[in-house]
């Protein structure tokens, strides 16, 4: 938080009741929690934990994230991951795919040679 100039004063907190899993204790208390970044207007919930205080804890991390991307843009370290996960995804192109069809062509030729001729026999005659 110190890094990005950030002030404890500049966060608003509210806890509301989840509505998801968690049972009694979830029906009962308010660990729904809601962040917002006054200066960003940016916004985090969090209702993965039955704990109001662990849901706080991940809700700023969650929040600090956020800002980060959005002050840092591309450099952020959630974007290249993205970006990386993109790329390893995209479909090869049709020049590409001919070159590695080729190149195992080639390998498995080269395989072949090393394959033991038939009815060949040894050095020493057997």
């Known amino acids: ?12 907190e509210t806890f509301i009741r989840a509505g998801k899993r968690g049972g009694q204790n979830v ?3 308010s660990t729904c929690v809601v962040i917002r970044h006054r200066p960003t207007g940016l916004e985090v919930r969090c209702q993965r934990e039955r704990s109001q205080a662990l849901n706080r804890f991940l809700a700023k991390r969650l929040l600090v994230d956020k800002i980060e991307e959005f002050f840092l843009g591309l450099e ?3 974007r290249r991951d993205a970006e990386k996960i993109r790329r390893q995804k995209r479909r090869r192109s049709r020049k590409a795919k001919k070159k590695m069809l080729e190149d195992k062509h080639r390998r498995s030729l080269k395989k072949g040679l090393r394959q033991k001729l038939s009815g ?3 050095f ?3």
Do not use: H, I, Q, T
């Open 1 to 12: 938080m110190r890094g990005l100039g950030l002030e404890p004063n500049d966060f608003e």
């Open 27 to 29: 029906n009962k208390v």
């Open 76 to 78: 952020s370290a959630r």
């Open 120 to 122: 060949s026999r040894g």
């Open 124 to 126: 020493d005659g057997e």
